[in-house]
């Protein structure tokens, strides 16, 4: 029987993207320890290795002695290997950062802006871009792009601070002559942040894995298999706008009672009788240090209300663990009672005993720009991809 030679070559690349997936969650593993974590020998490790190295993928260095063991090799990315572009795009600047495929990133160039318009900061990051693609053409495989607000396709539908509509990102790549030949990704910050945290960070290792980030408002993702469930356009996700908040408030987003308006620096300012803050992040670190009554009951009702919703949100997604990202552990560390009691009190009886645990986030600032770097590494790095990569070295 014939068999599809592109479908045969990407099976004989499975293994490798398996190795690949072993050094994307352990950077700088030993050969020796990626082959136990694939179950294979010692050969068929070396054998592997090789191939990806001649394929200009992977590479190792001597790892330091250790004891009286042979010595052993740490596996890296090849310096020739495939790169990706990551950029965070947020409401007043933006970063953007190269990674090989052990996905660590480093910040190639960042700038702020500011102005009632989105164009002329898109239009500098599209040639930020096309700078790196002009050094890097050949190695670069795809970008990916993480957005302060709502992705849907291939377009920013709603900036959430800015608010600015239907905006479309395919610009980004103008600078690129052969746009199909790197692929341009989208994404949701709260939702890479997320994808972060259940692969590298806090979560890592869960299968269901729940992530709250609070800064203006409360966003998330639940991630399976480490996957982000993003929905049937990449939207889903708006933890904010659940009527687990107060149903006297009506939210800028049209509905009542959503949780956006009780669990940040709006919702603080509010208890406290002050003016709703224009940096709402920044409102609540000025206040983190602060120890009169108001204040400690502010922080208590904010804490409850984000502990309230967490305690639902498990009800709902049965997590194995919660983290928490922006200034939600800040909020929480605030009234870690208040947090802890209200968390208990929304849970089923039969979660009270052994609640999944809620830990603060690991990426912090840099979570989005690290959940970019997987989103784009997710693409170059199945077993088609690396196939076409290895196929392009012969050239
Ligand atoms: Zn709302």
Known sequence: MATDP?????????????????????PGITRTAAAQRMGIG??????????MRHARLLDETRAPAQGRGRPTTVLG????????????????????????????PEVVAQAAYAGEELNPALAEL?????????????????????????????????????????VDLSVLTDAIPDRADVR????????????????????RAATTALYLIVAQGIGGTLVVNGETLTGAHGAAGEYGHIPFGDPTLVCP???????????????????????????SVAYVHGLLGKRDGITRRAFEAVAASLGRGAGALVNLHDPEVVTLGGVAAALRGAATDAFD?????????????????????????????HGAVTLALDHVTTAAGLADWAGRQRV
């Open 77 to 104: 990315p090849h310096a020739d290997g495939p790169l990706v572009l990551a950029a965070d795009l947020r409401a007043t600047d933006w970063r953007l950062a190269l990674a090989g495929i052990d996905g660590l």
């Open 126 to 166: 599209a040639d930020a871009i096309g700078a790196i693609y002009r050094r890097k053409s050949k190695r670069l495989r795809a970008i990916a792009v993480s957005v302060a607000g709502t992705v849907s396709d291939a377009k920013l539908v709603q900036f959430t601070s800015r608010g600015w509509k239907n």
């Open 6 to 26: 592109r479908q045969a070559a990407q099976t004989r690349w499975l293994s490798a993207a398996q190795l690949v997936g072993v050094v994307r969650s352990e």
């Open 184 to 203: 341009l990704l989208l994404g949701n910050d709260a939702t890479l942040a997320g994808l972060a945290e259940a692969r590298t960070g806090a979560a």
């Open 253 to 279: 987003c049209g509905a009542r009672g959503c949780w956006d308006l009780t669990v940040d620096g709006r919702a603080l300012a509010r208890h406290r009788g002050d003016e709703a803050p224009d940096d």
């Open 42 to 51: 010692s050969g068929g490790a070396a054998e592997l290795v090789a191939r």
């Open 341 to 369: 009691d209200a968390y208990r009190d929304a849970l089923m009886a039969f979660r009270k005993d052994s609640p999944p645990p809620v830990r603060d986030a690991e990426h912090g600032e840099d979570g989005p720009l």
